[in-house]
């Protein structure tokens, strides 16, 4: 009986499919733009207060498996609607940055469901700004507009 138990644990501990979770935290560096060591297969990534002001064309592209970006304190004014093109952001933090209208973020708009822009300096949203993200379940908006 020992040994069918045995067996039974180890069928069902071989068909639990793995998951992999990589986080980088590169907060506090003074950054203004990504560095080298930042793993292609990052899922969590944070540049809590860093020097980042433009998120530029396809800056995080190359991260397909990037799920949570935390740009939280950054002076970012710019983002280039294709700065995410390719990756499955479903949570991205631009809190207490320097943006003063509402990104495009067509591109992660299928994926992205909490978007946090509080304390920016946003004064309008549209209903077009807001409408390609089909996803989208929870907005920050605190202290803005």
Request: proline fraction near 6%; charge should be negative.
């Amino acid at each position: 009986m020992k040994s069918q138990l045995f067996i039974i644990v180890c069928v069902f501990w071989l068909s639990i499919p793995s998951v992999t979770a990589l986080s980088q935290y590169f907060g506090y560096q003074g950054l203004t733009s990504l560095p080298d060591s930042v793993d292609p297969a990052v899922t969590s990534l944070s540049f809590y207060y860093n020097k980042f002001a433009n998120l530029t064309d396809s800056m995080f592209s190359n991260f397909t498996s990037l799920d949570t970006l935390d740009m939280t304190y950054n002076p970012v004014t710019w983002i280039s609607p294709t700065a995410f093109e390719g990756c499955p952001i479903t949570v991205l933090k631009l809190s207490q940055s320097r943006l003063i209208t509402f990104p495009d973020l067509t591109s992660i708009g299928t994926s992205l469901e909490r978007l946090e822009l509080s304390s920016t300096k946003i004064t309008n949203i549209s209903r077009e700004d807001l409408q390609p993200l089909v996803a989208l379940q929870y907005l920050d908006l605190k202290y803005t507009i």
